[in-house]
């Protein structure tokens, strides 16, 4: 099997691990390339059941090698957690196993405590509405050149030097402008401390592991997390995340050339859903949105959060097919809308007076108005279908609807959470 790079179209929990879990029976590496903890999703495999936030979702199937690549922003504390979670479950996690690159940037306890200050003193309306991972903050010192690497752990005293520059900075505002205690050096180089050793056997050059492994004829699956909306550059910012969430962080954030991205394929929910802050045009704030939210089990992995829901958005999708040169598509919870009527969905935009096949820049966003359309829908359970042709027309003309709009195949389609519950095409 050729590389493979699976990435959320949307807002994020498109359900991506299901066919991370699905397509890691077929190849050998898989690798995180992007975000950190503040990703999430529950994986259940031969009986084994793990809500992963950081390990690559491969953990779980055995003789696979996992890597987390350098674009990933890891808490050494959560990794430990994760580490001793998987062993309690008879997992192995042995540093053969699950790798991470040297020049990982380390997620700190000042980086927690400045992403919860930062949300907390921001206005309603300014909120972005963060997990409070400290994704932002870690991210903010890697760019500034200031940040921690996961090698350094390996060298204390520049550890502890490192941890005293930041402090220096990050106290003043702790005290000054958020009015919350300072933290010591010592406190926080003893609690990073006190997992290094942990860590340190698990980390290697992911970029020449991933070198060596196609020289023996190995295959890798690259995970994204978030989706392309949350995108630092191209999403609705600044309501995204920090990182940059696109298929071709894949090559950048583990340290391949593009060249080695075969297929790339958007995983896209047959609605959407948003969480945290920010524009969500299809939103839907009634009684309908109430049911589907719970009739699709939309509760945040990672916080708990009910997900905000809404509407499937065609420019959306067409632009993340764009930004991510997509070469398929898997649609999931199709399910999900079963019992409706007729299902909505944004066509196009109208914006000043003019419509749009495009999706609005998020600045003028908040001035356009969605273009609704409506397919049949099929009323019955299709949970339990699993060929194309036993799908209920409508259903089928659903998904030939936004295969045809946003001009990429659909290849599969997930019709129930049960690990078998998808159609091929
Ligand atoms: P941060 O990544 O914690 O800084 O949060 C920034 C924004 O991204 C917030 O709106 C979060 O709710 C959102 N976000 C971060 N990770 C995920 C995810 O895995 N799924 C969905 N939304 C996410």
Not at 123 to 142: A, L, S
Not at 164 to 175: D, Y
């Amino acid at each position: 099997m050729s590389n493979v790079v699976i990435v959320g179209v949307q807002w994020g929990d498109e359900g991506k691990g299901k066919f991370v879990d699905l397509l890691a029976q077929e190849i050998d590496y898989v690798v995180r390339f992007q975000g950190g903890n503040n990703a999430g999703h529950t994986v259940i495999v031969d009986g084994k059941k793990a809500a992963l936030h950081l390990v690559p979702s491969g953990i779980l199937h055995e003789g696979k090698i996992c890597l987390i690549g350098n674009g990933v922003v890891l808490d050494p504390v959560v990794f430990v957690e994760e580490l001793d979670t998987l062993i309690g479950q008879g997992v192995d996690v042995s540093p053969n196993r699950l790798k991470i690159s040297s020049k990982t940037h380390l997620i700190m306890p000042y980086h927690k405590v400045l992403d919860k200050a930062r949300e907390n003193k921001l206005e309603k309306g300014q909120k972005i509405g963060t997990t409070g991972r400290g994704i932002g903050p870690c991210y903010e010192d890697k760019v500034g050149r200031v940040g921690v690497r996961a090698s350094d752990l390996a060298d204390p005293d520049l550890l502890k030097a490192k941890i005293a520059a930041a402090l220096k900075e990050k106290n003043v505002l702790f005290t000054a402008l958020y009015g919350i205690d300072a933290l010591a050096v010592d406190a926080v180089f003893d609690e990073v401390m006190a997992v290094a050793p942990r860590i340190i056997p698990h980390l290697t050059d992911v970029s020449s592991e991933l070198e060596q492994a196609w020289n023996e004829g190995k295959s890798v699956l690259f995970e994204g997390a978030q989706g392309i909306h949350l995108d630092i550059d191209h999403g609705t910012y600044p309501f995204v995340t920090s990182s940059n969430t696109v298929s071709g962080n894949a090559a950048a954030g583990s340290g391949v050339g593009p060249n080695k991205l075969d297929r790339i394929i958007g995983i896209l929910k047959a609605y959407t859903t948003r969480v945290g802050e920010g524009p969500f045009p299809t939103e839907l704030n009634d009684a309908t949105g109430e049911l589907l939210r719970t009739s699709g089990g939309e509760f945040g992995v990672t916080t708990g959060r009910p997900r905000r829901f809404g509407w499937q958005d065609i420019p959306v999708l067409r632009e993340s097919a764009r930004l991510n040169g997509l070469t398929d598509v898997a649609l999931t919870k199709l399910d999900v809308l079963s019992y409706m009527d007729e299902i909505p969905i944004c066509a196009r935009y109208e914006l000043n007076g003019q419509e749009t096949d495009a999706f609005p820049f998020p600045a003028v966003l908040p001035d356009a108005k969605p273009v609704m359309t409506a397919m049949p829908g099929w009323k019955c359970d299709i949970s339990g279908v699993r060929k194309w042709e036993d799908l209920p027309e409508a259903a089928r003309n659903y998904v030939e609807y936004v295969e045809r709009e946003i001009g990429c195949h659909i290849t599969y389609v997930s019709v129930g959470p049960e690990r078998d519950s998808i159609i091929i095409r």
